[in-house]
């Protein structure tokens, strides 16, 4: 995987590199291009490559200037694309076609630019008002607050303590975690656990695993969440209050990957049940049509970033038909989150990262 992925970054660096040479304004300082595209594609591979004895801070940076680069190349190589089809990649309009490669880096460039600033954006509070099947008219106005891609190795304690307060703000009965709220790289992040015990609701913190909590170690990651307070539902569901049941899923992108999937995960989570309202939590949205069939009331889930940096999530949607938002699947609600944090680049475009704020409401009397 990791050769595939060596092979095409740097096939898109190669071409980057190439178009600007043709750029008239570039074409002149050749030499510092040679130079500064040789660097820029070094910080891609060296974090992987360099020893940790090099410095972890060091290595830190480099990773960071990298995967930022790798979107760029992304945006830089998707819009030269569009000239190349305006000027039949050069053969057409051969006069015109340097400036207009040169315009593309440019837009590339601001697109980059207004990435970088909405990532570093708080995530906005998105809120929803849901109808939830067989919900006791008891609970009607409980207030579930869904959280998810925090991926806090890569974001940080000041920003993981600025998104539990954002949390504690919202006054939730309920609070669900989707998922990959661990990155995976980062040995420290038991460190984090101060600001991840803060949260808490009357209803309880309740957790599923994500496609990160698995590259961080799966046991420990489970460990680190029950250590935070947090309960985990592993295929399992567990009764918040008489009348409405809470259920989810180990994540099923990691499941897939390892063993080619588990069809059965959902209707195993929810099997045997008591009667009332079911809310699946799910890191990956699929099988969203079991759930629909085996009567779950409101499925939640995230992993997609809605595509985080456009146009990506395209090419994303015959993965994850559900990308974010929210969607109706056989009378069943489904809400895909596009997650609190980003993940390698901390660049979002066009939309910024969410928290979302679910008031639950029981079925309409007739």
């Not at 009357?202 to 680190?224: D, I, K, M, Q």
């Not at 499925?299 to 949607?317: D, K, N, R, S, V």
Request: with cysteine; net charge positive; charged share 15%.
């Amino acid at each position: 995987m990791w050769h595939y992925l060596f092979l095409i970054v740097t096939a898109v660096h190669a071409y980057v590199s190439w178009r600007a040479a043709s750029v008239p304004v570039l074409a002149r300082h050749r030499k510092v291009l040679l130079g500064v595209s040789a660097a820029l594609w070094l910080s891609l591979f060296l974090p992987r490559v360099l020893d940790r004895s090099v410095g972890s801070a060091a290595i830190s940076v480099l990773r960071t200037l990298g995967l930022n680069w790798m979107a760029v190349l992304f945006l830089a190589c998707v819009s030269l694309l569009v000239v190349e089809v305006v000027t039949g990649f050069g053969f057409l309009l051969r006069r015109a076609a340097p400036a207009l490669r040169g315009w593309a880096l440019l837009a590339a460039a601001a697109m980059s630019a207004v990435g970088f600033v909405q990532g570093m954006r708080a995530p906005v509070v998105r809120s929803y008002e849901v109808r939830v099947a067989r919900l006791p008219a008891a609970l009607d106005g409980t207030v579930l607050v869904a959280a998810s891609d925090f991926h806090i190795g890569m974001q940080g304690k000041a920003w993981l303590a600025a998104r539990v307060t954002q949390i504690e703000a919202l006054h939730p009965d309920l609070v669900a975690l989707l998922g990959d709220i661990i990155e995976g790289d980062s040995p420290s992040e038991r460190v984090l656990l101060p600001p991840l015990r803060r949260i808490r609701a009357p209803l309880g913190v309740w957790a599923v695993t994500g496609n990160h909590e698995y590259y961080a170690g799966f046991r420990p990651s489970v460990r680190l969440y029950e250590d935070a307070g947090f309960q985990v539902l592993r295929d399992r569901w567990a009764s918040v209050r008489p009348g409405l049941v809470i259920a989810g899923v180990d994540d099923l992108t990691a499941r897939q990957r390892r063993s080619g999937g588990d069809v059965g995960a959902v209707e195993r989570a929810v099997a045997g049940r008591p009667a009332g309202a079911t809310i699946l939590l799910s890191h990956t949205p699929w099988q969203y049509e079991e759930a629909a069939r085996a009567g779950v009331s409101l499925m939640l889930c995230a992993h997609t970033h809605g595509g985080q940096i456009w146009p990506f999530g395209w090419f994303e949607l015959g993965l994850y038909p559900l990308m974010a938002g929210r969607y109706d699947v056989a009378g069943m609600p489904v809400i895909v989150s596009r997650g609190a944090g980003t993940w390698g680049p901390r660049m979002r475009l066009w939309r910024p990262g969410e928290i979302l704020r679910i008031t639950l409401r029981a079925p309409a009397t007739p």
